[in-house]
Nanobody
Framework: QVQLVESGGGLVQPGGSLRLSCAAS??????????MGWYRQAPGEERELVAT???????NYADSVKGRFIIFRDIVKNTVYLQMNSLKPEDTAVYYC??????????????WGQGTQVTVSA
C-alpha cells in the first residue's frame, strides 16, 4: 500500500521560510517513470499545482512561486521536498504531495498525501 506523509507545515510570518517534506512508503522512487509534485488548496479555491519534477527532471513551477520555491527529491530517502522562501500571505493553503507513476502499459496512477497546513500571517 502506497502512503505519502507530509510534514513541515505551520505558521510563519511573511517573508519567512518553511520546508515541506513528503516521505513515500510502499513505492520506490523511479525518476524515469514518476512525476513528483506539490499542490495546494486555499479555502474556497480549487487545488492548484505548485511545483513538479517530471521524468526529464526539469522542475516546473507555478508563476506565483517562481524564484521563491524550490522542489527537490532524495531518491535514497524516498522523499520529495518543497523549500518555500519569501512566503506571502497568499501562500496560505493546505499543501499536498502527489506522485504519479507510469506502469509498463503506459497507464498512470496518482497518489496523494493527506495534506499539511501552511499559514503565512503576521
Amino acid at each position: 500500500q502506497v502512503q505519502l506523509v507530509e510534514s513541515g507545515g505551520g505558521l510563519v510570518q511573511p517573508g519567512g521560510s518553511l520546508r515541506l517534506s513528503c516521505a513515500a512508503s510502499g513505492i520506490r522512487f523511479n525518476v524515469y517513470t514518476m512525476i513528483m509534485g506539490w499542490y495546494r488548496q486555499a479555502p474556497g479555491e480549487e487545488r492548484e499545482l505548485v511545483a513538479t519534477i517530471p521524468t526529464n527532471s526539469i522542475p516546473n513551477y507555478a508563476d506565483s512561486v517562481k524564484g521563491r520555491f524550490i522542489i527537490f527529491r532524495d531518491i535514497v530517502k524516498n522523499t520529495v521536498y518543497l523549500q518555500m522562501n519569501s512566503l506571502k500571505p497568499e501562500d496560505t493553503a493546505v499543501y499536498y504531495c502527489n506522485i504519479q507513476e507510469r506502469n509498463s502499459f503506459g497507464l498512470w496512477t496518482s497518489y496523494w498525501g493527506q495534506g499539511t497546513q501552511v499559514t503565512v500571517s503576521a
